[in-house]
């Protein structure tokens, strides 16, 4: 396992991970001397983790089942990976689709973001105004995916109390540092720091060749939308999530899955997280994952239980969904989302910031506003849409759920986010921000549930982190 921290010495070779120059014209090496915004513009593509967290974050969720395969023929560090996930176990392989992967990319991450931070704070930092908001919005981004995933979600009322991750503001000149984990309440406050004041810095024109590999001010809007969704601030969610969308209409950014679904399946895999999709805002690579091409065969995955109960039955829509299963049975179902031995993964897209402001509405009693984007969802996702019988209200989700008014759209809203991001590692977000129960049984004689407040919905840290001085996760 590599340090916590890529030190100054090495964060070049951050630069070398395979498949990124192809979005840029020269990357600096570690005999360049970095003399130019140009040139931090290009050392800022490799400031975002190029590692997958798809893999056990849905191995976690409620989104798979134990379908009974042995996994012959499926990469044998993946398969164990999803094993020890799906059991709650501290997942202990650095392929590149485990936790401790992920940990080290977005500390390699936000090495790069500091390193570029320090080429702007010269004399003429004017000239580095982009670069240094690029950085910025990199720097929180990395952290944020951090502490929601080894740290408790945000509560206001515990959060200065429960343990963080540390926030690395410069690059480290040493490898024997101490590292303190801080708080969860710390951290936000951090993240919400570099967030703000880099995303007004960012300047759009920058990235033409590639806009959807760097954050440009739409994306980092959609970072903010669920950034303050988790933090709990609903009116900054709509704000960030509306400045996304512009003078455009959602329907025309969103996936129109009854469309996609009419498309060749060699095409469904390629477009999906093509950057020509309008429904991509921010898409990385990960050059090391063996996602794409094992994610559909994996032994706990999408099984014929999952299929019936959100694909083969009636929906709060009365209608039949778009999306829809591909694979000849539960040791192959799979939505045609990732083409084979290609690593490009969309990491913010239209669909969530949707249905994040459809969340924050409905906290903020919006009802009609919340209705009406659910009702944009529906319209791109229900095959041969009619509004007059697949539209929902307020009515029809009381009467399909049979719960009280706001817990009835909030089932509805993680309904449709839940069928949109399947296989995509998303549902585990909200899992852990809304604290849901996550009931896992494999054979043989494993059955437990993950209840709220559960210790093991924290990932734990790499064993060095024990080294750099930080307690380890409670088990």
Known sequence: MKKLLIYIGLFTAVLTIPGCKKYLETLPDNRTVITSPEQVTQLLTTAYPHASYMLF????????????NTGVGID???????????????????????????????????????????????PDSANYSAQKGEAL?????AHFMLVTLFAKAYNPATAANDPGVPYMTTV???????????????????????????????????YANAPKYHFTRQAANAFAARFYLFKRDYAKVVTHATAVFGSANPANLIRDQDAF??????????????ASNPANILLQEAPGTKYPDNYYSYRYGIGSEINQEYFLS?????????????????????????????????????????LNRVEANIRLKNYSAAVTDMNTWVSKNISGYNPASHNVTIAKMMSFYGLPQDQSMIETTLFM????????????????????????????NFNTTLVPGDKRRLLQLPPEAVNDGMA????
Not at 57 to 67: F, G, I, P, Q
Not at 92 to 118: E, F, K, R, T
Not at 321 to 350: C, E, H, R
Request: negative net charge; aromatic residues 12%.
């Open 57 to 68: 974050c849905e191995a976690m969720s409620d989104n798979v089942e134990d379908k009974g």
């Open 76 to 122: 044998p560090q993946t398969f164990l990976i999803n094993t020890q996930t799906f059991k709650y176990q501290d997942a202990d392989d650095i392929s590149a689709d485990g936790p401790i992967a992920y940990w080290d990319s977005c500390y390699a991450a936000i090495a790069v973001a500091n390193q570029a931070l320090s080429y702007c704070s010269g």
């Open 417 to 444: 986010k839940r069928i949109t991001y399947m296989q995509e590692g998303l549902r585990w977000f909200d899992i852990l921000r809304l604290d849901i129960p996550v009931v896992h049984t494999g054979s043989p």
């Open 172 to 206: 480290s000149t040493s490898v024997f540092n101490k590292y303190d984990r801080s708080n969860v309440a710390a951290v936000y406050q951090k993240i919400e720091s570099d967030l703000t004041t880099g995303l007004p810095l960012l300047k759009d024109e920058l």
């Open 314 to 354: 009636n929906n709060v829509t009365g209608g039949n969904l778009a999306v829809s299963i591909y694979g000849a049975g539960p040791q192959y179902f799979n939505f045609p989302k990732f083409k084979s031995d290609v690593t490009v993964m969309s990491l913010l897209s239209m669909d969530e910031v949707l």
């Open 137 to 141: 919005v990199c720097r929180a981004y």
């Open 472 to 475: 380890l996760n409670p088990r």
């Open 261 to 274: 679904y009419g498309m060749s399946y060699d095409d469904m895999v390629v477009y999906y997280n093509h």
